[in-house]
């Protein structure tokens, strides 16, 4: 079964690896997301936005700053639904993914450690 994930900036402005977009398990909001540093975008405008290496605008490093209760995939049909499309650079199957589902896991603990 493919598993998408999609990818809205090719580099992370720390850099580090691809943006993908999550969805926050409480308010069910899309966010931004790098797997490699941990770095999290609350509006995913803002990191498609980013200019290259040191444009953080936007961008938080604690993840009860943009998903307190964790974060999982986005499906196609939320990614639709939150008017986001239009920043999908491309698709990825989640196995091939760089930060792999490990990235979701560590989310999970992280939140639930400051909870």
């Not at 936007?58 to 049909?77: C, D, K, R, V, W």
Request: with cysteine.
């Amino acid at each position: 079964m493919h598993t998408p994930v999609f990818v809205i900036l090719e580099e992370c402005p720390l850099p580090c690896s691809e943006v993908v977009l999550l969805r926050r398990n409480d308010s069910r909001a899309l966010i931004a997301f790098c797997a490699i540093c941990g770095a999290g975008w609350p509006d995913p405008r803002d990191a498609h936005a980013c200019e290259g290496v040191g444009d953080l605008r936007g961008l938080e490093f604690s993840p009860e700053n943009y998903a307190p209760a964790g974060a999982s995939l986005p499906t196609i049909e939320q990614v639709r639904a939150a008017k986001l499309l239009d920043i999908v650079l491309r698709e990825i199957d989640a196995a091939a993914w760089n930060g792999s589902t490990d990235a979701l896991v560590w989310l999970a603990k992280q939140t639930r450690q400051r909870g």
